[in-house]
């Protein structure tokens, strides 16, 4: 598995917001592959199912839910089924505001900070999520027919969305921290987490990764846990684990050779995490 930056284009710079309704299939799949960008990202499943895969946990969205991603989460997707249809919203803090103030920064809080109560999919029994719909499609209509002043509506209505999700996720008693800190956060981890998708099946210990960040272990521990809400361990573990999953569904190879071939080299240990991270055994999971 490999994460992957994405980048601006030339347009999303002069304007930094995007709505597209992408249809998907087996071969959009991106399980191996995460992603992060510089962007914030509100997506509107309008048909089929999907498994999301981010902060090495796994949400299955089916239509009518929502999924939401900052721009400092890795995330995958993995379509369930023949084709999904979905409506996709990405934009910058810029779009929000060209000069970040605690006014505009209220916009962005829940894509910034994490409270005890977040997690990145709004279901579609959640009172909130009719709203959310009728607002995404609003958008949709007007950044498809481009009408004088398309840009003023769009920035009101997505204004709007983002105040019903700053309601939704409330949670006072996490404190505030500053985008550019979020930011310069995950570019710090940013080898690191390369490093993890990529060798997961070897031997990786946190002294070896704190190093590779130029930090101290217990520094790295700490600074690891504050920026992914996770310890290192955990995180790690998940990485593998999810690679298990995979595994069990697509290959004939017993269980124990794709946990070692996964990374686990203690099979009894390994059979403990995974029942704790999956609830179920790697029996139940290839049956």
């Known amino acids: 598995m490999k994460v992957v930056k994405d980048n601006y284009r030339r347009l999303f710079l002069e304007f930094p917001f995007e709505i597209n309704e992408i249809k998907l299939d087996k071969a959009d799949d991106r399980q191996e592959e995460f992603?992060?960008?510089?962007?914030?990202?509100?997506?509107?499943?309008?048909?089929?199912?999907?498994?999301?895969?981010?902060?090495?946990k796994s949400y299955v969205v089916e239509a009518g839910d929502f999924a939401i991603f900052n721009h400092i989460e890795p995330h995958g997707w993995e379509i369930q089924g023949e084709e999904a249809e979905v409506l996709v919203m990405v934009f910058s803090s810029?779009?929000?505001?060209?000069?970040?103030?605690?006014?505009?920064?209220?916009?962005?809080?829940?894509f910034i900070e994490r409270g005890s109560n977040f997690q990145n999919v709004i279901w579609q029994r959640d009172k909130v999520v009719d709203k959310m719909a009728v607002i995404m499609q609003e958008v949709y209509l007007e950044w498809q027919s481009r009408a004088a002043g398309y840009k003023l509506m769009i920035k009101a209505d997505v204004l709007k969305l983002l105040t019903l999700l700053t309601r939704y996720y409330t949670d006072d008693n996490k404190p505030m921290e500053l985008l550019e800190q979020k930011q310069k956060a995950m570019k710090r981890l940013e080898p690191i987490f390369t490093y993890m998708y990529q060798y997961y099946s070897k031997k990786i210990t946190l002294d070896e990764m704190a190093a590779l960040a130029y930090m101290s272990p217990t520094y790295f521990s700490a600074f690891f846990r504050k920026v992914t809400g996770v310890p290192f361990s955990e995180y790690l573990a998940g990485i593998r684990i999810r690679e298990v999953q995979r595994c069990l569904r697509n290959q004939d190879a017993g269980i124990v050779d794709?946990?070692?071939?996964?990374?686990?080299?203690?099979?009894?240990?390994?059979?403990?995490?995974?029942?704790?991270y999956t609830g179920k055994s790697p029996g139940e999971e290839r049956k």
């Open 35 to 56: 992603h992060w960008h510089n962007f914030f990202e509100i997506t509107y499943i309008k048909k089929g199912t999907i498994t999301y895969f981010v902060n090495e």
């Open 94 to 110: 810029t779009f929000i505001s060209e000069r970040e103030s605690g006014f505009d920064y209220d916009y962005l809080k829940p």
């Open 258 to 276: 794709i946990a070692l071939a996964c990374g686990f080299h203690n099979i009894s240990n390994f059979y403990r995490i995974y029942k704790k």
